[in-house]
Protein backbone atom coordinates (compact mmCIF):
# COMPACT_ATOMS: atom_id res chain seq x y z
CA UNK A 1 0.00 0.00 0.00
CA UNK A 2 1.65 3.18 -0.95
CA UNK A 3 1.02 6.92 0.50
CA UNK A 4 1.03 9.92 -1.07
CA UNK A 5 3.24 13.14 0.07
CA UNK A 6 2.26 15.23 1.22
CA UNK A 7 1.38 13.69 4.44
CA UNK A 8 0.12 16.78 6.27
CA UNK A 9 -1.30 19.86 3.90
CA UNK A 10 -1.02 21.96 6.95
CA UNK A 11 1.85 24.58 7.88
CA UNK A 12 3.98 22.39 10.50
CA UNK A 13 6.96 24.06 9.59
CA UNK A 14 10.64 22.87 10.57
CA UNK A 15 9.20 19.33 11.76
CA UNK A 16 11.39 17.16 13.90
CA UNK A 17 10.38 13.38 14.86
CA UNK A 18 11.70 10.78 17.44
CA UNK A 19 9.93 7.28 17.85
CA UNK A 20 9.78 6.25 21.54
CA UNK A 21 8.19 2.57 22.19
CA UNK A 22 5.69 2.23 19.50
CA UNK A 23 4.69 6.30 19.03
CA UNK A 24 6.03 8.42 16.89
CA UNK A 25 6.47 11.89 18.01
CA UNK A 26 6.25 15.24 16.37
CA UNK A 27 7.22 19.06 16.95
CA UNK A 28 7.27 22.06 15.02
CA UNK A 29 7.81 26.05 14.91
CA UNK A 30 4.95 27.77 16.51
CA UNK A 31 6.30 31.31 15.86
CA UNK A 32 4.23 33.41 18.07
CA UNK A 33 0.62 31.09 17.58
CA UNK A 34 0.06 30.09 21.37
CA UNK A 35 -0.01 27.20 22.83
CA UNK A 36 2.87 26.39 21.08
CA UNK A 37 5.21 23.88 20.16
CA UNK A 38 2.88 21.34 18.67
CA UNK A 39 2.92 18.07 19.68
CA UNK A 40 1.50 15.16 16.99
CA UNK A 41 1.35 11.91 17.14
CA UNK A 42 1.16 8.92 14.44
CA UNK A 43 1.59 5.29 14.21
CA UNK A 44 2.47 4.72 11.04
CA UNK A 45 4.61 8.19 10.33
CA UNK A 46 1.42 8.99 7.45
CA UNK A 47 -1.57 9.42 9.66
CA UNK A 48 -0.58 12.36 12.44
CA UNK A 49 -3.20 13.75 14.80
CA UNK A 50 -2.37 17.01 17.18
CA UNK A 51 -2.45 15.64 20.40
CA UNK A 52 -1.23 18.57 22.62
CA UNK A 53 1.21 21.72 22.95
CA UNK A 54 4.85 21.98 25.19
CA UNK A 55 4.88 25.64 25.59
CA UNK A 56 1.47 27.47 26.85
CA UNK A 57 2.92 31.07 26.73
CA UNK A 58 6.86 32.56 25.63
CA UNK A 59 8.46 33.99 29.28
CA UNK A 60 8.87 37.48 28.31
CA UNK A 61 6.15 40.45 28.46
CA UNK A 62 6.48 41.41 24.40
CA UNK A 63 5.15 38.13 23.48
CA UNK A 64 1.71 39.20 25.11
CA UNK A 65 0.97 40.94 22.18
CA UNK A 66 1.51 39.97 18.70
CA UNK A 67 5.47 39.37 17.25
CA UNK A 68 4.82 38.24 14.34
CA UNK A 69 7.46 35.72 12.61
CA UNK A 70 9.50 36.07 15.71
CA UNK A 71 8.59 33.45 18.63
CA UNK A 72 9.45 29.57 18.95
CA UNK A 73 11.51 28.77 16.00
CA UNK A 74 12.58 25.34 14.60
CA UNK A 75 12.43 22.98 17.98
CA UNK A 76 13.84 19.60 18.44
CA UNK A 77 12.32 16.61 20.36
CA UNK A 78 14.38 14.06 21.84
CA UNK A 79 14.10 11.12 24.96
CA UNK A 80 16.84 10.46 27.37
CA UNK A 81 16.65 8.76 30.30
CA UNK A 82 12.74 8.78 30.65
CA UNK A 83 12.26 12.28 29.69
CA UNK A 84 11.25 13.61 26.54
CA UNK A 85 12.56 17.09 25.74
CA UNK A 86 11.87 19.75 23.44
CA UNK A 87 15.47 22.57 22.86
CA UNK A 88 13.70 25.80 21.10
CA UNK A 89 15.59 29.20 20.01
CA UNK A 90 13.51 32.62 20.20
CA UNK A 91 15.56 35.14 17.76
CA UNK A 92 16.02 37.41 20.30
CA UNK A 93 16.00 36.30 23.66
CA UNK A 94 18.15 33.01 23.53
CA UNK A 95 17.77 29.20 23.89
CA UNK A 96 15.43 27.38 25.80
CA UNK A 97 14.34 23.70 26.92
CA UNK A 98 11.21 22.25 27.79
CA UNK A 99 10.90 18.68 29.30
CA UNK A 100 8.17 16.30 30.59
CA UNK A 101 7.97 12.43 31.32
CA UNK A 102 4.34 12.40 29.16
CA UNK A 103 4.29 14.05 25.84
CA UNK A 104 0.69 14.00 26.12
CA UNK A 105 0.61 15.78 29.62
CA UNK A 106 1.64 19.01 30.80
CA UNK A 107 5.14 20.31 29.94
CA UNK A 108 7.66 22.30 32.24
CA UNK A 109 7.53 26.46 31.29
CA UNK A 110 10.58 27.10 29.04
CA UNK A 111 13.45 27.22 30.87
CA UNK A 112 16.58 29.28 29.20
CA UNK A 113 19.67 27.56 28.36
CA UNK A 114 21.64 30.82 27.47
CA UNK A 115 20.22 34.41 26.67
CA UNK A 116 21.53 36.43 23.58
CA UNK A 117 20.32 37.30 20.20
CA UNK A 118 20.67 35.76 16.92
CA UNK A 119 19.96 32.14 17.69
CA UNK A 120 17.98 29.65 16.33
CA UNK A 121 17.37 26.41 15.42
CA UNK A 122 18.95 23.94 18.49
CA UNK A 123 19.40 20.55 18.53
CA UNK A 124 20.76 18.37 21.58
CA UNK A 125 23.02 15.36 22.05
CA UNK A 126 24.18 13.42 24.95
CA UNK A 127 27.39 11.72 24.73
CA UNK A 128 29.10 10.33 27.65
CA UNK A 129 26.88 11.86 30.54
CA UNK A 130 27.63 15.18 28.99
CA UNK A 131 25.59 17.35 26.59
CA UNK A 132 26.23 19.33 23.05
CA UNK A 133 23.92 21.73 21.86
CA UNK A 134 24.31 22.55 18.07
CA UNK A 135 22.52 25.65 16.59
CA UNK A 136 22.37 27.89 13.51
CA UNK A 137 22.76 31.66 13.26
CA UNK A 138 19.92 34.61 12.52
CA UNK A 139 21.60 36.78 10.23
CA UNK A 140 19.04 39.87 10.58
CA UNK A 141 19.75 39.53 14.63
CA UNK A 142 23.81 39.41 14.14
CA UNK A 143 24.86 40.17 10.75
CA UNK A 144 25.91 36.63 9.31
CA UNK A 145 24.55 33.24 9.39
CA UNK A 146 25.45 29.97 6.73
CA UNK A 147 27.82 28.85 10.27
CA UNK A 148 26.95 25.89 12.52
CA UNK A 149 27.82 25.93 16.07
CA UNK A 150 28.54 23.90 19.53
CA UNK A 151 28.67 24.48 22.87
CA UNK A 152 28.92 22.38 26.03
CA UNK A 153 25.51 22.41 28.19
CA UNK A 154 25.83 21.18 31.94
CA UNK A 155 23.06 18.01 32.10
CA UNK A 156 22.43 19.16 35.90
CA UNK A 157 21.54 22.80 35.84
CA UNK A 158 20.86 22.52 31.58
CA UNK A 159 22.71 25.78 31.46
CA UNK A 160 25.99 26.67 29.18
CA UNK A 161 29.18 25.58 30.43
CA UNK A 162 31.50 26.24 27.41
CA UNK A 163 31.98 28.88 24.47
CA UNK A 164 30.30 28.66 21.79
CA UNK A 165 32.41 26.97 19.08
CA UNK A 166 31.90 27.41 15.48
CA UNK A 167 32.42 23.71 13.71
CA UNK A 168 31.10 24.25 9.80
CA UNK A 169 31.42 27.03 8.15
CA UNK A 170 28.82 26.79 4.84
CA UNK A 171 29.78 30.05 3.42
CA UNK A 172 30.79 28.49 0.14
CA UNK A 173 29.68 25.30 -0.56
CA UNK A 174 26.70 25.50 1.72
CA UNK A 175 25.06 29.02 2.14
CA UNK A 176 21.92 29.70 4.25
CA UNK A 177 22.85 26.58 6.15
CA UNK A 178 20.40 26.07 9.15
CA UNK A 179 17.95 23.71 11.13
CA UNK A 180 20.76 21.24 12.16
CA UNK A 181 19.57 17.60 13.39
CA UNK A 182 22.14 16.03 15.65
CA UNK A 183 22.79 12.03 15.59
CA UNK A 184 25.36 9.18 15.91
CA UNK A 185 25.17 5.93 14.46
CA UNK A 186 28.38 3.57 13.35
CA UNK A 187 30.64 5.62 14.99
CA UNK A 188 30.30 8.76 13.48
CA UNK A 189 28.30 12.39 14.21
CA UNK A 190 25.72 13.15 11.95
CA UNK A 191 24.44 17.13 11.61
CA UNK A 192 21.24 16.54 9.05
CA UNK A 193 20.95 20.47 7.79
CA UNK A 194 19.05 22.14 4.99
CA UNK A 195 20.71 24.65 3.02
CA UNK A 196 20.03 27.17 0.04
CA UNK A 197 16.84 28.67 1.51
CA UNK A 198 14.07 27.37 1.85
CA UNK A 199 12.26 28.01 -1.48
CA UNK A 200 14.61 26.64 -3.68
CA UNK A 201 17.23 24.83 -1.40
CA UNK A 202 18.44 21.47 -0.21
CA UNK A 203 19.06 19.03 2.02
CA UNK A 204 22.43 18.04 3.25
CA UNK A 205 24.11 15.67 5.61
CA UNK A 206 27.62 16.56 7.39
CA UNK A 207 29.26 13.65 9.00
CA UNK A 208 32.55 13.30 11.49
CA UNK A 209 33.90 10.88 13.79
CA UNK A 210 34.33 13.69 16.50
CA UNK A 211 32.03 16.03 17.50
CA UNK A 212 33.77 19.49 17.33
CA UNK A 213 34.77 18.35 13.29
CA UNK A 214 35.87 18.51 11.00
CA UNK A 215 32.69 17.75 9.03
CA UNK A 216 32.40 16.13 5.51
CA UNK A 217 29.54 17.30 3.46
CA UNK A 218 27.56 15.77 1.13
CA UNK A 219 24.19 17.20 -0.76
CA UNK A 220 21.27 14.10 -0.20
CA UNK A 221 18.29 15.92 -1.77
CA UNK A 222 17.13 18.06 -3.99
CA UNK A 223 13.95 18.71 -6.00
CA UNK A 224 15.66 18.03 -9.49
CA UNK A 225 13.15 16.74 -12.06
CA UNK A 226 10.66 16.78 -8.98
CA UNK A 227 7.58 19.21 -8.16
CA UNK A 228 8.60 19.44 -4.66
CA UNK A 229 10.79 22.59 -4.04
CA UNK A 230 12.74 22.87 -1.69
CA UNK A 231 13.05 20.09 -0.19
CA UNK A 232 13.39 21.63 3.42
CA UNK A 233 14.75 20.84 7.01
CA UNK A 234 13.24 17.75 8.79
CA UNK A 235 14.47 14.90 10.90
CA UNK A 236 15.40 11.24 10.54
CA UNK A 237 13.79 8.29 12.29
CA UNK A 238 13.99 4.87 12.27
CA UNK A 239 11.36 2.21 12.45
CA UNK A 240 11.41 -1.35 14.29
CA UNK A 241 10.95 -3.30 10.94
CA UNK A 242 11.39 -2.84 7.24
CA UNK A 243 8.80 -2.24 5.18
CA UNK A 244 7.90 -4.08 2.06
CA UNK A 245 11.01 -3.14 0.12
CA UNK A 246 13.00 -3.17 2.89
CA UNK A 247 12.72 0.30 3.75
CA UNK A 248 13.62 0.92 7.91
CA UNK A 249 14.76 4.54 7.85
CA UNK A 250 12.91 7.46 7.07
CA UNK A 251 13.34 11.40 6.66
CA UNK A 252 10.33 14.05 7.55
CA UNK A 253 10.93 17.46 5.84
CA UNK A 254 9.09 20.48 4.73
CA UNK A 255 8.15 22.38 1.87
CA UNK A 256 7.17 25.36 0.73
CA UNK A 257 4.05 26.37 -0.92
CA UNK A 258 2.51 30.02 -0.56
CA UNK A 259 -0.34 30.30 0.97
CA UNK A 260 -0.23 26.38 2.20
CA UNK A 261 2.60 27.29 3.95
CA UNK A 262 5.47 24.78 5.37
CA UNK A 263 3.74 21.53 4.42
CA UNK A 264 4.94 17.99 5.70
CA UNK A 265 6.48 15.37 3.04
CA UNK A 266 8.25 11.67 4.58
CA UNK A 267 10.85 10.39 2.07
CA UNK A 268 12.38 6.73 2.43
CA UNK A 269 16.20 6.68 3.43
CA UNK A 270 18.67 4.09 3.46
CA UNK A 271 22.76 3.82 4.47
CA UNK A 272 25.48 2.96 2.36
CA UNK A 273 29.44 3.65 3.26
CA UNK A 274 28.09 5.44 6.25
CA UNK A 275 26.44 7.97 4.22
CA UNK A 276 22.07 8.47 4.28
CA UNK A 277 20.50 8.46 0.52
CA UNK A 278 17.38 9.85 0.47
CA UNK A 279 14.51 9.92 -1.94
CA UNK A 280 15.45 8.82 -5.03
CA UNK A 281 18.87 7.85 -4.59
CA UNK A 282 17.75 5.04 -2.64
CA UNK A 283 16.98 2.91 -6.05
CA UNK A 284 20.24 5.26 -8.01
CA UNK A 285 22.67 4.57 -5.39
CA UNK A 286 23.77 8.16 -6.19
CA UNK A 287 23.25 10.87 -3.90
CA UNK A 288 21.90 13.28 -4.29
CA UNK A 289 18.09 11.93 -4.45
CA UNK A 290 15.08 13.53 -5.42
CA UNK A 291 11.43 13.31 -3.54
CA UNK A 292 9.16 10.72 -4.27
CA UNK A 293 5.95 12.28 -4.60
CA UNK A 294 4.53 8.27 -3.68
CA UNK A 295 6.14 5.33 -2.07
CA UNK A 296 4.84 2.25 -0.02
CA UNK A 297 4.02 2.94 3.26
CA UNK A 298 6.28 2.46 6.22
CA UNK A 299 3.66 -0.21 8.07
CA UNK A 300 0.09 -1.51 6.78
CA UNK A 301 -3.07 0.27 7.35
CA UNK A 302 -3.72 1.99 10.41
CA UNK A 303 -6.82 3.75 11.92
CA UNK A 304 -6.61 5.87 15.03
CA UNK A 305 -10.06 6.27 16.15
CA UNK A 306 -8.95 7.56 19.72
CA UNK A 307 -11.31 10.10 21.01
CA UNK A 308 -10.64 13.37 20.59
CA UNK A 309 -10.01 15.12 24.16
CA UNK A 310 -10.18 18.85 23.24
CA UNK A 311 -12.07 19.57 19.93
CA UNK A 312 -10.77 22.92 19.71
CA UNK A 313 -6.72 22.18 20.18
CA UNK A 314 -5.88 23.35 16.79
CA UNK A 315 -6.76 27.02 17.80
CA UNK A 316 -4.07 28.94 18.59
CA UNK A 317 -4.10 32.71 20.04
CA UNK A 318 -2.03 35.31 17.67
CA UNK A 319 -0.15 35.49 21.35
CA UNK A 320 0.40 34.30 24.88
CA UNK A 321 -3.21 33.82 25.77
CA UNK A 322 -5.46 34.96 29.21
CA UNK A 323 -7.89 33.56 30.74
CA UNK A 324 -10.00 36.78 29.89
CA UNK A 325 -9.86 36.13 26.40
CA UNK A 326 -11.98 32.82 26.14
CA UNK A 327 -13.98 30.06 27.69
CA UNK A 328 -13.42 26.17 25.68
CA UNK A 329 -16.51 23.73 26.46
CA UNK A 330 -17.18 20.58 24.38
CA UNK A 331 -19.22 22.32 21.68
CA UNK A 332 -18.58 26.34 22.00
CA UNK A 333 -16.35 28.48 22.58
CA UNK A 334 -16.93 31.83 24.43
CA UNK A 335 -15.15 34.45 22.82
CA UNK A 336 -15.03 37.93 25.09
CA UNK A 337 -14.86 40.85 23.39
CA UNK A 338 -11.70 42.89 24.61
CA UNK A 339 -9.93 45.72 24.26
CA UNK A 340 -6.69 45.31 22.56
CA UNK A 341 -4.97 48.72 21.05
CA UNK A 342 -5.00 51.79 23.82
CA UNK A 343 -5.17 54.30 20.95
CA UNK A 344 -7.50 54.14 18.00
CA UNK A 345 -10.02 51.06 16.34
CA UNK A 346 -8.82 47.62 17.56
CA UNK A 347 -6.18 46.01 14.65
CA UNK A 348 -6.66 42.12 13.82
CA UNK A 349 -2.47 42.35 12.88
CA UNK A 350 -1.59 43.30 16.46
CA UNK A 351 -4.80 41.78 18.52
CA UNK A 352 -3.12 39.05 20.72
CA UNK A 353 -6.69 37.76 21.01
CA UNK A 354 -7.97 36.68 18.31
CA UNK A 355 -8.27 32.98 17.35
CA UNK A 356 -7.16 31.05 14.43
CA UNK A 357 -6.24 27.64 13.20
CA UNK A 358 -4.09 26.69 10.16
CA UNK A 359 -5.00 25.13 6.79
CA UNK A 360 -5.69 21.88 6.40
CA UNK A 361 -6.58 20.74 2.74
CA UNK A 362 -6.20 22.23 -0.13
CA UNK A 363 -9.79 23.02 -0.85
CA UNK A 364 -12.31 23.17 2.33
CA UNK A 365 -15.32 25.28 4.01
CA UNK A 366 -15.26 26.77 7.15
CA UNK A 367 -18.53 27.42 9.08
CA UNK A 368 -19.50 28.58 12.44
CA UNK A 369 -22.76 30.20 14.17
CA UNK A 370 -21.63 33.41 16.37
CA UNK A 371 -24.56 34.24 18.64
CA UNK A 372 -24.44 38.25 19.32
CA UNK A 373 -26.83 38.54 22.31
CA UNK A 374 -24.33 39.68 24.88
CA UNK A 375 -22.26 41.93 22.69
CA UNK A 376 -22.39 44.95 23.85
CA UNK A 377 -22.14 48.67 22.33
CA UNK A 378 -18.75 49.95 20.78
CA UNK A 379 -18.01 46.07 20.36
CA UNK A 380 -18.15 43.42 17.00
CA UNK A 381 -16.81 39.98 16.18
CA UNK A 382 -16.49 38.13 13.23
CA UNK A 383 -14.62 35.79 11.28
CA UNK A 384 -11.13 36.44 9.50
CA UNK A 385 -8.91 34.96 6.78
CA UNK A 386 -5.16 35.66 7.46
CA UNK A 387 -2.52 35.70 4.82
CA UNK A 388 0.50 38.10 4.10
CA UNK A 389 -2.47 40.51 4.13
CA UNK A 390 -6.32 39.78 5.98
CA UNK A 391 -9.53 39.97 5.45
CA UNK A 392 -12.80 39.63 8.13
CA UNK A 393 -16.18 39.96 8.00
CA UNK A 394 -18.07 41.21 11.19
CA UNK A 395 -20.80 42.62 12.74
CA UNK A 396 -20.49 44.84 15.58
CA UNK A 397 -22.90 47.84 17.74
CA UNK A 398 -22.22 51.30 17.62
CA UNK A 399 -24.20 54.66 18.78
CA UNK A 400 -27.11 52.24 19.09
CA UNK A 401 -27.26 50.79 15.58
CA UNK A 402 -26.08 47.24 14.45
CA UNK A 403 -23.71 47.50 11.44
CA UNK A 404 -21.44 45.08 9.75
CA UNK A 405 -18.15 45.73 8.12
CA UNK A 406 -16.10 44.72 5.50
CA UNK A 407 -12.41 44.60 7.20
CA UNK A 408 -9.17 44.53 4.55
CA UNK A 409 -5.61 45.20 5.90
CA UNK A 410 -3.07 47.39 4.03
CA UNK A 411 0.25 47.04 4.35
CA UNK A 412 2.57 49.00 6.19
CA UNK A 413 5.48 51.23 4.05
CA UNK A 414 8.07 50.32 7.50
CA UNK A 415 8.46 46.67 6.26
CA UNK A 416 6.40 43.27 7.59
CA UNK A 417 5.78 43.97 11.22
CA UNK A 418 2.63 46.34 10.80
CA UNK A 419 -0.61 46.48 9.19
CA UNK A 420 -3.26 49.13 8.64
CA UNK A 421 -7.09 48.33 7.74
CA UNK A 422 -9.45 49.98 5.82
CA UNK A 423 -12.92 49.15 7.51
CA UNK A 424 -16.55 49.71 5.29
CA UNK A 425 -18.92 50.24 7.77
CA UNK A 426 -22.68 48.98 6.51
CA UNK A 427 -26.51 49.00 8.58
CA UNK A 428 -27.09 45.72 9.26
CA UNK A 429 -30.82 44.47 8.62
CA UNK A 430 -30.99 41.42 10.20
CA UNK A 431 -31.74 39.80 13.27
CA UNK A 432 -28.93 40.34 16.00
CA UNK A 433 -29.03 37.09 17.14
CA UNK A 434 -27.14 33.52 16.03
CA UNK A 435 -25.70 34.46 12.42
CA UNK A 436 -24.14 31.88 10.16
CA UNK A 437 -20.32 32.34 8.94
CA UNK A 438 -18.65 30.55 6.09
CA UNK A 439 -15.22 31.42 4.45
CA UNK A 440 -14.61 29.23 1.00
CA UNK A 441 -11.00 27.78 -0.07
CA UNK A 442 -10.48 27.23 -3.28
CA UNK A 443 -7.37 25.77 -5.21
CA UNK A 444 -5.91 28.20 -8.48
CA UNK A 445 -2.65 26.00 -8.07
CA UNK A 446 0.21 24.84 -5.79
CA UNK A 447 0.46 28.27 -4.28
CA UNK A 448 -2.42 30.25 -4.56
CA UNK A 449 -5.82 30.35 -3.78
CA UNK A 450 -8.91 32.25 -3.51
CA UNK A 451 -10.84 32.52 -0.61
CA UNK A 452 -14.93 34.33 -0.16
CA UNK A 453 -15.64 35.05 3.13
CA UNK A 454 -20.15 35.22 3.84
CA UNK A 455 -22.87 35.20 6.46
CA UNK A 456 -25.94 34.66 6.23
CA UNK A 457 -29.40 37.27 7.48
CA UNK A 458 -32.59 36.43 7.81
CA UNK A 459 -34.87 35.36 5.08
CA UNK A 460 -32.31 33.61 3.26
CA UNK A 461 -30.33 37.01 2.56
CA UNK A 462 -26.42 36.46 2.43
CA UNK A 463 -23.62 39.24 2.42
CA UNK A 464 -20.52 37.50 0.42
CA UNK A 465 -17.38 39.04 -0.37
CA UNK A 466 -15.32 39.31 -3.74
CA UNK A 467 -13.19 36.57 -3.57
CA UNK A 468 -9.73 37.74 -3.08
CA UNK A 469 -6.31 35.28 -4.34
CA UNK A 470 -3.64 34.72 -1.34
CA UNK A 471 -0.13 34.01 -2.70
CA UNK A 472 1.89 33.76 0.12
CA UNK A 473 1.88 34.36 3.99
CA UNK A 474 3.96 35.87 6.21
CA UNK A 475 6.28 33.48 7.39
CA UNK A 476 3.24 30.97 8.27
CA UNK A 477 0.88 29.72 6.21
CA UNK A 478 -2.62 30.79 5.77
CA UNK A 479 -4.70 31.32 9.07
CA UNK A 480 -8.53 31.55 9.38
CA UNK A 481 -10.81 31.61 12.39
CA UNK A 482 -13.14 34.25 14.37
CA UNK A 483 -12.41 37.56 16.81
CA UNK A 484 -14.39 39.56 18.83
CA UNK A 485 -12.93 43.18 20.19
CA UNK A 486 -14.57 46.79 22.10
CA UNK A 487 -12.97 49.96 22.26
CA UNK A 488 -15.94 50.29 25.22
CA UNK A 489 -15.95 48.26 28.23
CA UNK A 490 -15.07 44.64 28.27
CA UNK A 491 -17.75 43.45 30.99
CA UNK A 492 -19.64 40.72 30.11
CA UNK A 493 -19.14 41.63 26.03
CA UNK A 494 -19.16 38.48 24.21
CA UNK A 495 -20.39 35.84 21.39
CA UNK A 496 -20.71 32.49 21.73
CA UNK A 497 -19.21 30.66 18.41
CA UNK A 498 -20.76 27.24 18.45
CA UNK A 499 -20.98 24.32 15.15
CA UNK A 500 -17.72 24.91 14.26
CA UNK A 501 -16.79 22.75 10.84
CA UNK A 502 -13.92 22.68 8.38
CA UNK A 503 -14.99 20.80 5.44
CA UNK A 504 -12.54 19.15 2.76
CA UNK A 505 -14.52 19.96 -0.26
Request: glycine residues 8%; aromatic residues 14%.
Amino acid sequence: MKYQNPILVCDYSDPDVICVGDTFYMTASSFNFMPGLPILTSKDLVNWKLENYACQRIPFAIYDKPQNAKGLWAPSIRFHNGMFYIFVATPDEGIFYTCTKNPLEKWSELKCIVRGKGFEDPCPIWENEKLFVVHAFVKSRIGFNSKLALFEVDPKTMTQISGDKIIFDGTKTQPTIEGPKFYKRNGFYYIFAPAGGVSAGWQSVLRSKQITGPYEEKIVLVQGESAINGPHQGGWVETEKPNSKGIKDWFIHFQERGIYGRITHLQPMRWANDWPLIGTAIESGVAPGEPYKEFEKPFGFYSDKKEVKNPFLDFQFSANPKAEYAEFYEDRIKLNACTTIKSGEPNIWKSPNVLTKKIDAENFDFECEIDYAHLKENSCAGIVFLGDEYKALAIGKENGKVYFSFVESVGSENGDEERFENIRMYPYKGSVGIVKYNISFRKINDRTAHVTLSFDVDDGIEIKSKPFILENAHWVGGRFGFYAFTTGSTEDSYVTVSSIKTSEV
